[in-house]
């Protein structure tokens, strides 16, 4: 039986049996392979690195969209940076918002999506409330004069066309997208393997919020299992509203959801001081905000 191994962190990778092969190719990019597994379903990889799986992707787009949009609970325009395979735009769009505008740089990944994970966006490209631009996502951010109440970045890992994605100039440029009150949600990997990179995001985001803080996100697809997500705004307070509030809010959009709770919600934030804390990050960057770059 073939295999496909992720080597994503040192000393350790994780192998998924191919039942299938469904499509391996070169987009402009990046490399792209779909297969079979009997666990996960269809699995999505690029450029050698699991993306999402039919089984468990609507955990990571569920946490990295209700957390935010709960947390601020007016919203009404968002951006997404990324997100080719549309289930952050298909969590986004259960919400009362009026406008989406989604930046994706890879045409391809939105076309192979849309044929083999169609469940995945459940025709959430073609909603009228969605404007998709194909084209560089810190480019847009830099330069357009649109502001919105949420920013999902819903990116690859810090490699490549992904690594201007996770920089300072970049969070500098979404702060100043962003509505009074609004926020930001990204990931930033396992920090069990990796917590530095969890700390230098959270740093480097300091710098132009008041508050960022840490929540974990269990993806059985990811090695490690806790994919570590950020959510970022004007106060860490804000991003973790009292659990009668999110009751509240929860019950009277009448969410669909099969992981995201706001008990969950609550709990997120509590365990990932326990993978990797932003707290010395925070401090650093707070202190640093008034410096020069």
Known sequence: MREFQENLYEHHSQTFTIDAELYRGQTEFQEVLIFENRLFGRVLVLDGIVQLTQRDNYIYHEMLTH??????????????????DGGALKEILKHPVQQVVMVELDKDVIALSKRYFPEV?????????????????????????????????????????????????????????????????????????NPEQLQAVCGRLAFSFEGVRPYLAPVPSYAGGMLALVAAGE??????PPIKTLRE???????????????????AFTLAPRFGSCAKANAIGSESAARPA
Not at 235 to 240: E, I, P
Not at 252 to 262: A, E, F, I, K
């Open 121 to 193: 966006s459940s025709g959430a490209f073609e909603d009228g409330r969605v404007s998709l631009i194909v084209g560089n996502g810190f480019e847009y951010v830099a330069q357009t004069r649109r502001q919105f109440d949420a920013i999902i970045v819903d990116s690859t890992d810090p490699i490549g066309s992904g690594e201007a994605l996770f920089t300072r100039s970049f969070y500098a440029h979404c702060r100043k997208l962003l509505h009074p009150g609004g926020v930001l949600s990204l990931q930033s990997g396992v920090p069990f393997y």
């Open 235 to 240: 106060s860490h307070k804000a991003l973790r």
């Open 249 to 267: 809010r929860f019950q009277r959009l009448h969410l669909r959801t099969d992981y995201y709770s706001p008990v969950i919600h609550r709990a």
């Open 67 to 84: 957390v935010p949009l709960m947390a601020h609970a007016r919203t009404k325009s968002v951006l997404i940076i990324g997100g080719g």
